[in-house]
Nanobody
Framework: QVQVVESGEVSVKTGGSLILSCTIS????TQWFRQVPGKDREGVAA???????TYAETVRGRFTISKDSTKNVLYLRMARLKPEDTAMYYC?????????????????????WGQGTQVTVSS
């Protein structure tokens, strides 16, 4: 049974799986960022309004982004989790998909942010 988490904190073991969910506003692109303390937010998975998904190299093949447009819910299925996946995960929405690190100033230009879920992966 894979745990579905919408907010708060969650801990999993290395190799485990998890599904993040988020209620999202409708924009051209909806996506997931993650952030570790002292670093800028990194876009890891994005899906545009046509359903085309893109991923950061660090998560490709392990993470899957999907959305339920009828319910305005965005999902991130995370598998084969590693300790380096430990981070605060945020959903976001805006006019373009960003699979890159964004500065705090650039992050302010992204119209919608979810509240965040802390994911901790332990060995």
């Amino acid at each position: 049974q894979v745990q579905v988490v919408e907010s708060g904190e969650v801990s999993v073991k290395t190799g485990g799986s998890l599904i993040l969910s988020c209620t999202i506003s409708q924009y051209y692109c909806t996506q997931w960022f993650r952030q570790v303390p002292g670093k800028d937010r990194e876009g890891v998975a994005a899906i545009d309004e046509e359903g085309f998904a893109t991923y950061a190299e660090t998560v490709r093949g392990r993470f899957t982004i999907s959305k339920d447009s009828t319910k305005n819910v965005l999902y991130l299925r995370m598998a084969r989790l590693k300790p380096e996946d430990t981070a605060m995960y945020y959903c976001a929405a805006g006019p373009m998909c960003i699979i890159a690190t964004v500065s705090p100033a650039a992050a302010e230009n992204i119209p919608y942010w979810g509240q965040g879920t802390q994911v901790t992966v332990s060995s």
